[in-house]
């Protein structure tokens, strides 16, 4: 692929969600995208939200992404 | 699933039509969505129009909503 | 189809790109998405942005899309 | 009116209200421009709001709407 | 109260769940705010989503909502 | 009118402009309307901008209004 | 007209439709709001969507602008 | 207090109503929950609205804020 | 609680601050918040800023966060 | 410079503070940008923010504006 | 530049106007931009606006848009 | 500087790329604008993007911040 060539993209809205951190919820949305979907181009955070577990501590991050891959012919 | 498992959800905007109201609409593309897409577990109102007919009667309800359902290994 | 009849829309989001202008990277990516998804009803565009080339100009539109069509049974 | 047919529509501005429900506020605005302004095409909620009485009832549902026309020659 | 002397008001954000509908939602919601904040003196309704059942059956609606009162002296 | 009986008003978007100030802006704008238009029952600020001199001095305020009358049987 | 003149503008929205391409679709929504309603002075596009035809191709722009004129005493 | 160390603000939203001008409303909120919440720290605004009179001449205005300060030990 | 029973959460707007990083500043607001407030259920983040030390350095993370918890009867 | 020209503007956000409140605030932010910029053509203010002194009286206002300004040859 | 490398891009917003259509606007600005700013690599349009002449005729497109420079060390 | 001090602050838009994560990227940026444009009081987050390697793995964080600093006389 190179700039100036015509070409397709689509836009996918995923919720990535770990206990291990913000990082770690939108590396684990990517990865199962890129593996279900397609390869992955780009990805753009929507939202950041999270569950807080009994305890006041936070039990995982929620963060809704887009993630973008070309559709090729 | 419980919280504080890694996951992955996906949302999908659809549009519910009907002349039945408000709620029909709602349940109409939120019963379709789950027949063949995935088992939803929520969906998110996004917009609320509709068409009227000639003697200025609502003659549907359209609403935009996006479902979201857990992508399973 | 006609007015007043239940029935549900799918919206996906789309990128067209191309260097041939706005109407060109809006066609491209309908024309695209009318064969690989189903029949189009419309188009609403989201976004438009662009690639610069070293020579100061328009290298390619980008053009974010969202296109609807009907789920049938 | 056919699609592909040059053409101009106008929307204007209403809120509905009433302390029926929200549908029936919405379709007493409807119903009220389509018969002062001109034969109304669609309508778009734009937000809902509502006035609650002393007893903490909902006294009235008041709907912002949008309505929209077609301006003929 | 009247137009035109100086006062205060407080906005709270609530959300009502429940199974009966959207307006049974938001009365809900009213009429618990009502009762432990203050004498609500309107709503404004922020959102509208909804958790759906294992049946692919809406299993209780969620408005999210800002609710208003005055504040006294 | 209270609070309870069904009725309808409209909205009009209107930019008053003043060099005297960001209140006179919006006041002319509202006499306008309220004489032109019909009473007028409430407005909201949308957008403030202004015009500036030669000498770097504000010479205008440009407030964008809506405003809201109820339209009569 | 000249800047520093207290003077109140007025706009409205309105949906310019065409099959010969998102210009021609402002062009003539503006033309008719100038000639129907009063001389404009400026437009602001709101919304780009369009139609599409069964055989893919854009059948129609559908552009919905703010068109903006000054009221006259 | 100085930056750098660990705290928590809270915000809270308000409408503060006045005849006498948008600073004077703004002034009133912030004064009175500056008395009853706690120590302010700042203020947004989130809109301007204001109610008319039967003479055309605005009878008060409403500015909604946010206020925030910080929550102690 | 179990998903299907009628009830109401309220959602309130803090801020927290951290040198110690993104994570630090919403754990510690959601920390505090859970013990003054109310249990929590989970937590929205607004935005995302800080403040810059005279070396460059970001001397603080703030975090404005929307924290929600159930009102019980 | 006259319409019809082809041209460039730029846009600058600058955030003026003043105790002498809102218009003292615009003003002394597009004065000083008027001299350290160029020549402004307008301004938009984005956002009314400000600090509460101890005493519970506004200290400072703080708009956000963007100033434009026409880029010459 | 490859991906991977950190590295800091500058936005700023400028504004294109010509007489001769939308892609014209944005062109002549991007290519302003290109020579007086840096090298640019992407842009993005924020608003599309326009001048109507008195024939109602659009006198020339105003185009909002942001254009982005990789800063060099 | 104090509070109260009549003063100007110009915002700034930058984004900061970094394969380290996105404090890491916010950080980059933070002490590049430091150095080259003047001594940074505060940043804004807007926009949390990121490119996807071929292995699925986030192969870089972009961050889109404003940056603000004081215009000293």
Chains 1, 2, 3, 4, 5, 6, 7, 8, 9, 10, 11, 12 share one sequence.
Do not use: C, N, P, T
């Not at 807080?52 to 070309?70: N, R, S, T, W």
Request: net charge neutral.
């Amino acid at each position: 692929m190179s700039y100036g060539d015509d070409r397709i993209y689509k836009k996918v809205e995923i919720i990535g969600v770990s206990k291990r951190g913000l990082e770690a919820a939108i590396q684990a949305a990517v990865a199962k995208a890129h593996k279900s979907l397609d390869k992955l181009s780009w990805f753009e955070v929507q939202d950041i939200r999270g569950h807080v577990g009994d305890d006041g501590m936070i039990a995982e991050y929620q963060v809704v992404l887009k993630v973008a891959f070309q559709i090729k012919e």
